[in-house]
């Protein structure tokens, strides 16, 4: 009886252990994911700022204004 006691506390721990362990990870992913959506806003507002560099050279110079 002591041996079925000692098996399920054993079991108890590894699950304890394997909870840790998901939980550092889900850590370390979610500050990736923060990382990469900040790279991705920074891409779109420079990827903005070059097409209106990219049609104000398309333009002449009196209708710069209006396509900004």
Same mark, same amino acid.
């Not at 362990?21 to 500050?31: K, L, T, V």
């Not at 806003?41 to 009196?62: C, W």
């Given at each position: $009886? @002591?041996?079925?006691?000692? +098996?399920?506390?054993?079991?108890?721990? +590894?699950?304890?252990?394997?909870?840790? +362990?998901? &939980?550092?990870? $889900?850590?370390?992913?979610?500050? %990736?994911?923060?990382?990469? @959506? %900040?790279?991705?806003? !920074?891409?779109?507002?420079? $990827?903005?700022? =070059? !097409? &209106?560099?990219?049609?104000? =050279? /398309?333009? /002449?110079?009196?209708? @710069?204004?209006?396509? @900004?």
């Amino acid at each position: $009886m @002591l041996a079925n006691f000692t +098996d399920v506390y054993q079991r108890i721990q +590894d699950l304890n252990m394997t909870y840790v +362990d998901q &939980s550092e990870n $889900m850590a370390a992913n979610q500050n %990736l994911d923060n990382a990469w @959506l %900040l790279i991705c806003g !920074f891409l779109v507002v420079f $990827m903005q700022a =070059g !097409f &209106s560099v990219l049609e104000a =050279g /398309s333009v /002449s110079e009196k209708n @710069l204004t209006n396509i @900004l």
